[in-house]
């Protein structure tokens, strides 16, 4: 089962380190295409939007196919168009293309997790699975750009989009070999999955989790400049530093797969604590080395890894379909991209300080922790009706 399950993580890495990798590049093909680094950065921007709005759309499309062929589809598309951008020489050309390559990405996303749920080997072992297949985000996250900015600068930018292209074509002929069938979703599945996404219930569990990943990225991706300008680090210590943050991130999501499955609230209550304390010591004594390193790992341990107990609480009110995952996927990817605009605005108007990010990331962490409270208080005030024998709203 889990030789299966990595090889799911593989494609999330994939796709998570093409997201990465024009941000590793962007002066490169700002001087081939003759447009800005600006308008490079916009190409990151209009990746996530396709994540964020055509993953769910071709989930919705693919919600009658059995899931290994919808995957190889989506990953055999992903292919040919990563390989495809290089050979365009127009930048709205290669707008277009990364626009519809986010789309097969969200839909990856997707597709894998729902594929893991299937073959965890027991429903209490579903948060486990899981955490093995987001692993790719840790992965991914941490050697996509470097890799990206390594590649473009010995044999160009268009070298790396070869390159994944490439490593997308051998997964999917490994992933045709190796992963087992599992049936398609029956029509009552189907329909089912799509009455969940009208769930309250659902959309309020939703909005912990964009706000949980909202306090992550909110805050990483501003650690750089923190590193290096608050605390004076190089940008070499600044490196292994990040390097560190992703191992970190790694091993946090694999222990809170163990947990996931039993202890997902109180997984994210201790989270959502742990991950306020860090980042604000973080904003007050950032310019303190031993504490500013530190602080980062805390991070790397209890912000992005909580992924597990976040779908593990999705899966319980809106069960483990392909619509209402992808769509919990485009929910997180808004919480990247939300976060950090949001951070970018509020260091906009405090000075440039990147210890203001720091506590943005806080206030999302606090509107995650108040979010969940609610729920479970919702939760604990359904169960006391239940015991006095009162009918329940649902």
């Known amino acids: 089962m889990k030789r299966h399950l990595y090889l799911l993580m593989l494609t999330i890495l994939v796709v998570v380190m093409s997201e990465l990798q024009v941000a590793g590049m962007m002066p490169d093909i700002a001087l081939d295409l003759g447009v800005t680094t600006g308008q490079v950065g916009f190409l990151v921007s209009l990746y996530a939007l396709g994540m964020a709005i055509g993953g769910p759309l071709l989930a919705f499309a693919f919600r009658h196919a059995p899931p290994?062929?919808?995957?190889?589809l989506v990953v055999a598309a992903y292919a040919?168009?990563?390989v495809l951008v290089p050979m365009v020489h127009e930048y709205w050309w290669v707008a277009?293309?990364?626009?519809?390559?986010?789309?097969?990405?969200?839909?990856?996303?997707?597709?894998?997790?729902?594929f893991g749920v299937r073959l965890a080997p027991t429903p209490e072992r579903i948060g486990e699975a899981v955490s093995i297949v987001l692993g790719g985000i840790m992965v991914g996250t941490v050697i996509g750009l470097p890799m990206s900015h390594f590649i473009a600068g010995r044999w160009g930018w268009q070298s790396s989009f070869y390159v994944l292209g490439a490593a997308a074509l051998l997964l999917l002929v490994v992933s045709a070999l190796a992963l087992p069938h599992r049936e398609a979703a029956t029509s009552g599945d189907a329909a089912r999955d799509l009455r969940n996404l009208k769930s309250p219930r659902l959309w309020s569990r939703y909005l912990v989790s964009l706000s949980t990943i909202g306090a992550a990225y909110a805050s990483f991706s501003y650690f750089t400049p923190l590193l290096e300008q608050t605390t004076g680090l190089s940008k070499d210590v600044t490196t292994g530093i990040l390097l560190a943050y992703g191992a970190c991130s790694f091993i946090g999501n694999l222990v809170v797969g163990r947990f996931a499955d039993?202890?997902?609230?109180g997984v994210l209550r201790f989270g959502h604590a742990l991950l306020f304390v860090a980042l604000g010591v973080l904003a007050l004594f950032g310019e303190v080395p031993p504490v500013a390193v530190l602080m980062v790992l805390?991070?790397?341990?209890?912000?992005?890894?909580?992924?597990?107990?976040?779908?593990?609480?999705?899966?319980?009110?809106?069960?483990?379909?392909n619509l209402v995952s992808t769509v919990h996927t485009a929910v997180i990817t808004m919480g990247v991209t939300l976060g950090t605009a949001i951070s970018a605005v509020?260091?906009?108007?405090?000075?440039d300080d990147p210890a203001v990010a720091m506590w943005t990331g806080a206030a999302f962490a606090v509107l995650a922790a108040l979010a969940l409270a609610a729920q479970s208080g919702r939760a604990a005030a359904d169960g006391a009706e239940a015991e006095?024998?009162?009918?329940v709203q649902a």
């Open 68 to 72: 290994k062929r919808a995957l190889l």
């Open 80 to 82: 040919v168009l990563e």
């Open 96 to 114: 277009l293309v990364r626009v519809l390559t986010g789309c097969l990405a969200g839909a990856a996303f997707g597709l894998s997790v729902t």
């Open 262 to 265: 039993r202890h997902a609230v």
């Open 298 to 321: 805390v991070v790397g341990l209890a912000g992005v890894t909580m992924n597990p107990a976040l779908v593990t609480r999705v899966a319980e009110v809106g069960g483990t379909g």
């Open 346 to 351: 509020t260091i906009g108007l405090f000075g």
């Open 388 to 391: 006095r024998g009162r009918p």
